[in-house]
Nanobody, 114 residues
Framework: VQLQASGGGLVQSGGSLRVSCAAS????????MGWYRQAPGKQREFVTA???????TYANSVKGRFTVSRDNAKNTLYLQMNNLKPEDTAVYYC?????????WGQGTQVTVSS
């Protein structure tokens, strides 16, 4: 399973950004997928997840601002981030659960300036 995240960048506080995660080597539609993030000096933390059936969960810190979605035809996971805050600055990692194993992408940097 290979996961390639993209779409990170620099955005001002209050702005929006969409990051993507392209998957290969797996039956994407059957995988539960998620996003985590890691800020400098902090542990990696859960952001959101979406099941193969489309059920979503969010961390309280992003609820109402972030939206996770998936396009099974394109084997791609998305994270739409609105009303971004400086505390959202982190490397964002996508992950996939396949055959009871977790696979991680390489991460994409999101920086929110105040």
């Amino acid at each position: 399973v290979q996961l390639q995240a993209s779409g990170g960048g620099l955005v001002q506080s209050g702005g929006s950004l969409r990051v993507s995660c392209a998957a290969s080597g797996t039956i994407f539609s059957s995988n539960n997928m998620g996003w985590y993030r890691q800020a400098p000096g902090k542990q990696r933390e859960f952001v959101t997840a979406i099941t193969s059936g489309g059920t979503t969960t969010y961390a309280n810190s992003v609820k109402g601002r972030f939206t996770v979605s998936r396009d099974n035809a394109k084997n791609t996971l998305y994270l739409q981030m609105n009303n971004l805050k400086p505390e959202d600055t982190a490397v964002y990692y996508c992950c996939a659960v396949a055959l009871s194993q977790i696979y991680w992408g390489q991460g994409t940097q999101v920086t929110v300036s105040s």
